[in-house]
């Protein structure tokens, strides 16, 4: 009787897993993960034979010979083991891999504020537009400017500890064009100098924009932006200077002058 039983209990677990097998196979290739719909299909048939097979036995001996075409002297307990072993296996395998958040901003940083149009430059890679994250420019394509100019800067340490406290209390907009070598020499070259001086990287807006200087949604309007890069600097709301496509001296004294209130002319100033 007691034989009886136990050869009930394995059918029933050759049926669930027969079934848990195709389950899976079925959920796999709706998700496109072929290896385990070929895992799944492999389980499905292995246990639908052992279940079949099961079958021809009679008497006494079907728990026997049933134990034999799974694992040879395998016992009821051992089943039980490697059952949830595999359970928990399966489990973990089809689990979906979660998003990476860095790269789903990967994909749409080359539009910025819109992704209906992806405008491209001369090298033909992707315009930026709109407000941006300097992380971008650390990203393919833009790395391939901006991390040499970055590396090869030299800063001007003695001005830059002058000018590193006042400097936190400003606050500059970055008017750029990813597309322009003016802005693909400069600005690495101004990160690098607010990178000494501790800036906030809260105190700033980068905002990209087209050939023509403009954004999908008019972030230049009242701007005055004619030549990028220009780099506006605020204090208390106010704008107390700009820098035009380049410094006259260097970015560090430039900003020296401007955080300083003494008279600043930029490169189109008259």
Not at 42 to 56: P, V
Request: charged share 25%.
């Amino acid at each position: 009787m007691l034989h009886k039983y136990k050869f009930t209990l394995l059918k029933l677990t050759a049926l669930l897993w027969t079934l848990f097998g195709f389950g899976l196979a079925y959920t796999s290739i709706i998700k496109d993960i072929k290896w385990i719909a070929l895992l799944g299909l492999a389980f499905g048939l292995f246990w639908t034979f052992t279940l079949f097979k099961s079958l021809k036995f009679q008497g006494r001996n079907r728990y026997t010979c049933f134990k034999t075409l799974i694992y040879p002297p395998m016992k009821l307990k051992n089943l039980v083991a490697y059952t949830i072993c595999v359970a928990s296996l399966s489990m973990f395998s089809c689990k979906e891999e979660p998003k990476d958040s860095t790269t789903t901003e990967i994909e749409v940083k080359v539009v910025s504020d819109s992704i209906e149009d992806e405008i491209l430059d001369t090298s033909d890679d992707p315009i930026l537009l709109g407000k941006t994250k300097r992380s971008q420019l650390h990203d393919e394509p833009y790395s391939k400017w901006f991390t040499p100019t970055y590396d090869e800067y030299v800063v001007d340490t003695a001005t830059v500890k002058v000018i590193g406290r006042k400097l936190r209390d400003a606050h500059l907009t970055i008017f750029m064009g990813s597309w322009c070598e003016d802005s693909q020499l400069q600005i690495p070259a101004m990160f690098k100098v607010l990178d000494q001086a501790g800036f906030n990287p809260n105190h700033y807006t980068l905002v990209t924009v087209s050939e023509e200087k403009d954004t999908p949604k008019g972030l230049e309007k009242g701007k005055n932006i004619t030549f990028v890069p220009t780099v506006i600097v605020n204090m208390e709301g106010k704008e107390i200077g700009r820098i035009v496509e380049y410094p006259i001296e260097s970015w560090e004294k430039d900003l020296e002058k401007i955080i300083n209130g003494e008279p600043y002319k930029h490169a189109y100033e008259e």
